[in-house]
């Protein structure tokens, strides 16, 4: 009771705008009294509607009331601070509907800070200073505030429950480990929380894995994405020229028979217009002669007719009609049908070739898994070139035939200073990075590994860290006229198959596949890796004493 009182005086002289014990108190007309700061603060806001009201019973005033001191409510706050009470909580600090409560607060209870897993119960700040204060009870151990403390009670023997069976698969008390569970598989809820931590860590461990695999999936992906794009954009451009180019080119000759056919017009009407104006003066003439000859024979002087007519009657050659072939809307056919049959050829070709562009085309559906080729013929239609990069040779390897062709020497070659260069290994790398689907071939004599790697892999130091397949950056398939080995992390592995000069690797980078064949009159599969490559690769030759490789060209 006396607590109850004590909180009621709490309140009753707490400022109820800054909820803390009343600084020079007020009282307004209405009979509530604040802290004469909060109020001459709250009626400013007010001063514009010259209206000014009570925060708590909202009654008006006109004008704005005089503020003075209430000096026996200011002696009864000064009192009641020298006899130890404190300002009331903030309205935060009350536990609500989905806070965990104090157990212990009376009247409104506060929000606890703390649960106890000995005591069952949920403390706020003050109710749990005993935890810290006194020494049995700093053993506690205390936990986040948690409303399910109570379910850690055994509800037949009201026992803390300490145990755990295993049998049955739930949280028991000592009691119930002699009584009903006797017998069972039982140790302390430590001990199996250890043991499910355990489990727990390696759940995460494997969570966190899928994690970095799928991250890992999700940026090769996007470098797909992003080379598909930079690929289509630069088909699109390419086209476009070479459509433009076309395009140029069909209106070059165009032109060409317009200005030919024009040329042709001109020439020939010219040459008709010179025969028609040679027609018209012998129509002329004749008209001419016509009215002398009918003047002569209406003469009435018979010697006169027979003296003129010798030199009427004899008439000049006429042009020969003969010359003169008339060809209605026929003249220029010939070159009507050369251009349609140009026309109809240059339609045949791109309907052709568009075809062949459209069943070959790059396949870019990265999200379905592709089957992998099954004849020789269908894995070279994944070929590509690949060349030896000089950069990376080591200085007893001897490169020619256009960086495809190395040798093992034992003469030292004055390659120039290079930091991608292998300096202990026989070893070379492409220069070209390898993503897709890739194939190519492999011609080999000796000894020789025939390998693909990241190209980060290290040119000096260690030889695990350098060699081909003594480490995880790098896969090499190991040929000899006696046996085949598959190394990984320096791992080797023996592979049985037919013996063959010639070696072929695919590699399909984002199903993460690599396979080895032997290649004769037949293709045998060697070995094949299902792994996750997290880079481009790049294609390895390792080329040990007296041992020459070749790549081959397959195209």
């Given at each position: ?477 190991y040929c000899s006229y006696s046996d085949y080995e598959f190394w990984y992390n320096n791992v080797h592995t023996p592979v049985s198959g037919p013996r063959s000069p010639r070696v072929g690797v695919y590699l399909d980078h984002r199903a993460g596949i690599l396979s080895f064949y032997s290649i004769s009159e037949t293709m045998t599969l060697l070995h094949r890796v299902h792994t996750t490559f997290t880079q481009p690769l790049h294609a390895g030759l390792v080329i040990l004493d007296g041992s020459t490789a070749e790549l081959c060209k397959l195209k």
């Amino acid at each position: 009771m006396a607590q109850k009182g004590v909180q009621l005086d709490q309140e009753a002289f707490s400022c109820s705008i800054c909820l803390d014990l009343l600084v020079d108190p007020v009282t307004v007309p209405c009979g509530h009294s604040y802290c004469m700061e909060c109020l001459q603060t709250h009626w400013d806001k007010e001063d514009e509607k010259k209206l000014y009201s009570c925060p708590q019973c909202r009654q008006t005033f006109t004008p704005r009331p005089v503020l003075l001191k209430n000096t026996m409510l200011a002696v009864l706050v000064e009192e009641l601070e020298k006899s130890g009470l404190q300002a009331a909580p903030a309205d935060h600090c009350y536990a609500g509907a989905e806070d965990v409560a104090c157990d212990f607060c009376s009247g409104r209870k506060l929000k606890a800070q703390k649960s106890c897993l000995q005591c069952l119960a949920s403390y706020c700040q003050n109710h749990l200073q005993p935890h810290f204060e006194v020494a049995p009870l700093k053993k506690h151990k205390l936990m986040e505030p948690s409303k399910k403390v109570q379910e850690n009670v055994c509800s037949r023997h009201v026992q803390v429950m300490k145990m755990f069976c295993r049998t049955d698969q739930q949280s028991i008390c000592y009691l119930c480990s002699v009584d009903e569970h006797k017998g069972h598989d039982t140790v302390s809820a430590a001990a199996e929380r250890a043991e499910r931590q355990r489990e727990l860590e390696v759940s995460r461990q494997n969570i966190q894995q899928r994690i970095q695999d799928r991250e890992k999936d999700v940026k090769l992906l996007q470098q797909e994405a992003e080379a598909i794009n930079c690929s289509a954009d630069k088909a699109v451009e390419d086209s476009q020229k070479i459509f433009t180019q076309l395009i140029h080119l069909m209106e070059k000759r165009h032109s060409d028979v317009t200005q030919q056919v024009r040329s042709q017009q001109e020439s020939q009407v010219s040459r008709v217009k010179e025969l028609e104006e040679k027609l018209r003066q012998e129509i002329a003439e004749l008209k001419r002669r016509d009215g002398e000859l009918q003047t002569l024979s209406q003469t009435q002087d018979h010697n006169q007719f027979l003296h003129d007519y010798p030199s009427l009657s004899a008439l000049r050659q006429p042009t020969r009609s003969s010359s003169i072939h008339i060809r209605p809307l026929r003249y220029f056919e010939d070159m009507t049908v050369a251009v349609s049959a140009v026309r109809d050829k240059l339609q045949d070709v791109l309907t052709e070739t568009w075809t062949n562009i459209s069943l070959t085309g790059t396949d870019v559906d990265v999200l379905q898994p592709q089957p992998e080729p099954k004849t020789r013929e269908e894995f070279i239609r994944y070929s590509c070139d690949i060349t030896l990069d000089p950069n990376t040779a080591n200085s007893y390897l001897l490169l020619s035939d256009g960086n495809r062709k190395v040798r093992w020497t034992r003469q030292q070659q004055s390659y120039r200073s290079h930091p991608d260069r292998f300096r202990g290994e026989y070893q070379v790398l492409s220069r070209e990075s390898l993503t897709g689907r890739c194939y190519w071939e492999v011609e080999w004599r000796g000894f020789v590994f025939v390998a693909v790697t990241y190209k980060n892999i290290s040119r000096t130091g260690d030889w695990k860290k350098c060699e081909f397949g003594c480490n995880d950056k790098s896969w090499a398939f190991y040929c000899s006229y006696s046996d085949y080995e598959f190394w990984y992390n320096n791992v080797h592995t023996p592979v049985s198959g037919p013996r063959s000069p010639r070696v072929g690797v695919y590699l399909d980078h984002r199903a993460g596949i690599l396979s080895f064949y032997s290649i004769s009159e037949t293709m045998t599969l060697l070995h094949r890796v299902h792994t996750t490559f997290t880079q481009p690769l790049h294609a390895g030759l390792v080329i040990l004493d007296g041992s020459t490789a070749e790549l081959c060209k397959l195209k």
